[in-house]
């Protein structure tokens, strides 16, 4: 059964608003320590697979406008908070979370702008590698199995974010330079 993409209140809606609502208990999960903790990590999973539930859920019915303005807003506070709690903590170096961060704020604004004109900025195939090696990036430095013995894992994935960050906004912005308007001037 498809939704209005008008519609607001749809079950992928809710799923979202359920990561939106839960990321501060995800903050406050995280521990004071570099060792990890299970029940970080076991939140941090379900609130990762919870974003592909909405996802799935959001294809099969129907995207519709406000979940396309909320998903996207809640992977952007559910990783950038559980980032810079880490980094707060110990565990991540500042250097690639503001790298990550900052392009998360221009894209945003991007995005923004552009689909002010009623056009949309769908997420490209590198913004989702990019998202899913920031997931693994967080989910590795809570599991405790890996969270000591294994940190050139989770920094491996860390900054392959950041490469990916860089490289998926350089598009972005290339793309939108190349639909820019050409303007005439008179002679």
Not at 30 to 58: E, M, Q, T
Request: net charge positive; hydrophobic share 55%; with cysteine.
């Amino acid at each position: 059964m498809a939704v209005d993409p008008g519609s607001i209140k749809t079950w992928a809606n809710a799923v979202t608003a359920g990561r939106l609502l839960l990321s501060p208990l995800m903050f406050w999960a995280i521990p004071n320590h570099d060792r990890g903790a299970w029940p970080a990590f076991a939140l941090w999973f379900a609130l990762c697979v919870s974003d592909l539930a909405d996802g799935v859920i959001a294809r099969r019915h129907g995207v519709t406008r406000s979940g396309a303005f909320l998903d996207p807003l809640a992977d952007k506070v559910l990783v950038l908070g559980a980032m810079f709690t880490l980094v707060g903590r110990g565990v991540f170096w500042v250097v690639p979370v503001v790298i990550i961060a900052a392009r998360e704020f221009v894209i945003s604004i991007y995005r923004t702008v552009v689909g002010s004109k009623g056009v949309s900025v769908p997420a490209s195939r590198l913004a989702k590698y990019k998202m899913l090696s920031q997931q693994l990036a967080v989910g590795f430095a809570l599991l405790p199995l890996t969270a000591l013995d294994a940190t050139w894992l989770w920094n491996g994935f860390l900054w392959s974010a950041v490469v990916l960050a860089v490289v998926s906004g350089t598009q972005y912005l290339l793309r939108a330079r190349s639909h820019r308007p050409v303007t005439v001037h008179a002679m």
